[in-house]
């Protein structure tokens, strides 16, 4: 009769596509209400898992003062159809169940109670002498006393005798009073165990898997809907792992703990939910005051069940907060058909997403109060709602996202077309400015340029302004002291000697004639730099102009090598002469004493090049490595001719001239026979002109001066 009155209910549902799921779900719940029978559980051998559902009676006890030779002698028992399911109660639960176990069946089983949640669970047996044997275990007992270390209640149970056995069963909870009852073969219920976890752990795996890419999917959007969802789910995890009692096995966690812990995330869960399930509805655009009333209502509630469960009264505070529940889904389904109706289009996929949820809550909601019997799709209906429910939300919240990603590229699109535009119209009035700027920055770069070269001019004449005057101070010094310190000498002894009259004559001749030679080569210093005489090569002797060079020379002082030379070299004669006899002063000046000094030459072909390479070498002091890259610069001196005749201008005058014929000099430094040798490399200029990066050299006439 009940399985026929709900199908005429279902009649007048609308539309018609929802028939066959509402049909498979009416047969699923009541199907079981339909023509059960109590009789004796007969446990059989080859089956895996038999279920008393059917098979017990229950006895409510008002007071919990029964003992089980009372609960066995009343005449109170009702025959249960399924499993038990008293709802919310106070009262304590007596079960009856009789147990035949046949002679080929295990002797060894598992009693497991479907429900996690018990307070206090005993069960007993007859022990053979007109007693009872008993086993307790439940929340209150605290899990590390019970006998079987699992999720739910499980008692071991030996029957060593076929044959019947009456087994009463004692049930208390503050939670909902509805249990199934299960009998294992104990090798059946290991395997059973194991499968269970691992089914667990993909459940929550995948919650888990949820809450961490909504985790960072909410850090890197801080999207506030994303927010929510990380929260919404985060609230229902911990619930479904407190109803399954997960945390309560694996922490032995006390029942004072974990019912309040419970309690307080399913009232949570609720204002969270509630909150959620506006937004998607986009109900505060439409009906703002409704929403905030609507809100506040299930944070109210949700408070009070919080300070109902704190006080000790878990009962009262979960079936307000369920009443709450229960009213909000007839509301919200309510309102978005109403809103479907009129074209409102989140509608659509509230009903789908949230609707799957509701009528696990709802089921859930009827078995706990016991309006609907207790099995596998009641007890799950809940977790397969919730799967299905965050599975199709995750989907919406990432298509939320890819249409919110469009929207602002299309938004970011348009921004750019528009600057892009502002830009154009912009861009004569910038290139016009940006060339002006860039003409005035040309400008004064140039000019910056300039002044930086006069500047760099001007630093390195003061340099060499100062350089000469100390130079000059210094080398002018010896000799006038020479000629002062004679001339006193002369005066003093006007009747001296003539052999030493003589003798300081020449030292006042050696000593001006030292003067001059330093002011020649000075004076020839500045005429290669600054007049604007020409380069004149003409065709020579070279054999003939080093030899006539060397014989100025005392006999002995210089030895000559000298290759097979052309008879003709194209040269400023002039210039070589002034380069030749300040590398052999040179020489003289730094060659070991009583050491003769070397001169050799040969001509050298290189491809259609004709050179001329001169080498003057002297035995001494070798040039330190430091001093080699300044020893060609104007008035260097180095440290060894420190305190020696010199103007620090004779290898100067040599790279000049150098680079007035377009070749080159070189030093080379020879540590194995202490020998230090100048290298003179000059092209034949026979159709050369005048190398246009040097400045115009002074007169040969001039340049000879240097070496008188």
Partial sequence: MLFSAAMKCLSFIRPPFIHLPLILFVFAVLLPLSGFAQSALTLQSGVRQFSASGHMSLLHDAGGRMTADAAQSSDSWKALPGAASAGYTSDTIWLRLEVERQADAPQDWSVRFTNPLLDDVRLYRPDGAQGWSEQAAGENLGRSNWAVDARNVVFPVRMEAAGREIWLVRLQSKNAMSTGLEIWPRTAFNDFSRREYLYYGLYFGFYVLLIVLHAFFWRMTREAQSGWYLLYVSLHTLTELMTVAIPQQLFDMPVGVSDPLLGMSICCSLAVGVYFAVQQMELPAMRPRFSKLVLASACGVAAIGIGLILAGRFAAGMILVQQLAMLLVVVFISLSLWMLIHGHKPARFFLLAFGIFYAGVVVSFLRNMAVVPTNFWTNHAVAIGALL?????????????????????????????????????????????????????????????????????ERRIKEEQQDFVAMVSHEFRTPLAIITTTAQQIAKNLDAVREKTLTRCQNLRNAAHRMAALVDEYLTA???????????????????????????????????????????????????????????????????????????????????????????RNRGELIPEDEVPRLFQKYFRGRSAQHKPGAGLGLYLVKRIAEMHAGEVWLENDAATGSVTFSLLLPDNKSDALNPAAPAPASASAMEASTA
């Fill in 389 to 457: 429910h965050m599975t199709l939300m995750s989907l919406r919240l990432n298509l939320r996202y890819d249409e919110l990603r469009r929207d602002k590229e299309m938004a970011q699109a348009e921004t750019v077309r528009a600057v892009r535009q502002l830009n154009d119209s912009l861009e004569d009035q910038v290139a016009r400015r940006t060339a002006a700027l860039q003409q005035e920055i040309a400008q004064r770069v140039q000019l910056e340029q300039e002044l930086r070269k006069a500047l760099d001019v």
């Fill in 526 to 616: 500045d005429r290669m730099e600054d007049s604007a005489t020409a380069f004149k090569p003409v065709s020579c002797d070279p054999r003939q102009l080093i030899e006539g060079i060397v014989n100025e020379w005392p006999q002995g002082r210089i030895s000559m090598s000298l290759q097979p030379l052309p008879a003709q070299f194209t040269c400023d004669k002039g210039l070589l002469q002034v380069g030749l006899r300040n590398l052999l002063s040179n020489a003289d000046r730094h060659a070991t004493s009583g050491q003769a000094i070397h001169v050799q030459a040969e001509a050298r072909e290189e491809g259609a090049r004709h050179t001329l390479c001169i080498s003057v």
